[in-house]
Every structure is written in structure tokens, then in C-alpha cells.
């Protein structure tokens, strides 16, 4: 689980530990008062690469806790504009300075692979987006709250099944996980998938008295439909 800092708390990393899920969070400055002070007079820095360097500290949330967490300080080398009048005919100055971010964790990771793992946590952003654009996740239908629960099951039912009828229907499987563990399918967007199937243009026709819905020909589009339809008839 890759979480942000706004839903960093003690508790929450206690309850995962506890369940046995590795976890990373990004830690805000303001809820460890005294990391800025340790982060402002750290002089040694561990290399990761042109623009990254770490340093590692082991956080106690508390003097009853018996367990500590592994904390991973990561600093960023940045190039700044400078402020006030320049020359632009002769060249552009810059400031060289850095910004920083701190990644608990109870992974066994090295400090570069953490980076990459917490910094893939991207592409879960990218799915709460599509649900609350494409799904209607962000509305609010009712007044009550099982009629929310039951609206929100319906959507995340909806997402579900989108997403395993692509990984059923002989999509291109990602052989290994990456470094930021992004999805191993190539999958669609729920509106991509909506409007190359569903929003097509068709009418209803009866040859020999049986109901049929009648598409106009396109062979990218019927090549897609049995693509779906196959994993559906095998599961009934």
C-alpha cells in the first residue's frame, strides 16, 4: 500500500503493520516537529543518482511503542529561476537548491527502489480519477446512506468488471513488475471502452421474427466485441 501524507498517522501505520501489509507513506514535516531540525543539519548524504540523495532515520511514534519504522529522507536537486532582471539575449541564471520528502515504510527495499515504488503510487490517482470522472463515483445521488453505498457498490462493480474483462479477453500481459509496480495490463479507459461499443450507432431490426441489434459494419469494432464476449461465454 502507497499512501499520502494526509493519511499518514501513527495508527494507520500500526494497523497495517499489524495486518501484515507492507506499506509506504509519505511523512508531512509538520506532524514530526523535529525532522526539520535533523534534516537541516544532515552534512552526509547518500548518492542515488545525479538528482537524488537519501539519508535513513528510524522513527519511535511514541515512548510506549515497542516498534520503529524505518524512515527514508530523500532530497531533490532542483534548478531554481533566479529573481530580478537578467539578460535573456546572453543567458538564463538559475538557483541550485533542493527539495525534500521523507517515505516511512516497513518494506526491505533499497533506498532507490523505495523511491520508485512510492513514487508509482500515480497510477492509483489515475484510477480514482476515472471513476469519478467516467463513473460518476464524485456525485452524491441520495439523501440517505445506504442509497450512497449502494450507488458507489454499483459503480466500483462496473469499474471492476471493465478492468477484468480486459485482462480475461487475451490483453498483453507486462512479462515482470516494473520498479513502481504499474499495472501489468495494458488496459483501456471505462469512456474508451464506452464509446467504441456501447454510444455506436444501431437500430433495432427483426429478420424472421427474432430481435436483433444491428450495427453498422466495422470490423475494429466486431473484432472487440468477440474479444469481450469470448471470457463471457466461457464463464457461463
Not at 501505520?13 to 544532515?42: M, N, T, W, Y
Not at 548524504?45 to 520503529?68: A, G, L, Q, V
Not at 524505518?70 to 537548491?97: M, N, S, T
Not at 527502489?113 to 441520495?142: C, D, I
Amino acid at each position: 500500500m502507497r499512501l499520502d501524507g494526509a493519511h499518514y498517522s501513527d495508527a494507520t501505520c500500526s494497523s497495517l503493520h499489524d495486518a501484515g501489509i507492507e506499506f509506504s507513506v509519505s511523512v508531512p514535516f509538520e506532524r514530526i516537529p523535529q525532522l526539520k531540525e535533523i534534516v537541516d543539519h544532515r552534512t552526509l548524504w547518500w548518492r542515488i543518482d545525479d538528482e537524488w540523495s537519501y539519508f535513513t532515520w528510524s522513527w519511535r511514534p511514541n515512548k510506549e511503542s515497542r516498534r520503529s519504522y524505518r524512515c527514508v529522507v530523500y532530497r531533490r536537486r532542483i534548478a531554481r529561476p533566479r529573481q530580478g532582471p537578467i539578460q535573456l539575449d546572453l543567458f538564463e541564471p538559475v538557483e541550485r537548491d533542493f527539495e525534500y520528502k521523507v517515505v516511512m515504510t516497513n518494506k526491505r527495499l533499497s533506498a532507490s527502489a523505495l523511491l520508485h515504488f512510492h513514487n508509482g503510487r500515480g497510477s492509483q490517482e489515475a484510477t480514482f480519477a476515472e471513476t469519478k470522472s467516467q463513473l460518476g463515483l464524485g456525485y452524491v445521488p441520495s439523501r440517505r446512506q445506504i442509497g450512497n453505498q449502494v450507488y458507489m457498490l454499483c459503480n466500483l462493480i462496473a469499474h471492476a468488471l471493465g478492468r477484468e474483462l480486459q485482462m480475461q479477453a487475451a490483453t498483453p500481459r507486462t512479462p515482470r513488475n516494473t520498479a513502481t509496480r504499474a499495472c501489468l495490463w495494458a488496459v483501456e479507459r471505462i469512456d474508451t471502452l464506452r464509446k467504441r461499443l456501447i454510444q455506436r450507432a444501431a437500430r433495432i431490426t427483426r429478420p424472421h421474427g427474432r430481435l436483433v441489434l444491428t450495427f453498422a459494419k466495422c470490423e475494429d469494432a466486431e473484432r472487440d466485441l468477440k474479444r469481450f464476449l469470448h471470457p463471457l461465454q466461457q464463464a457461463a
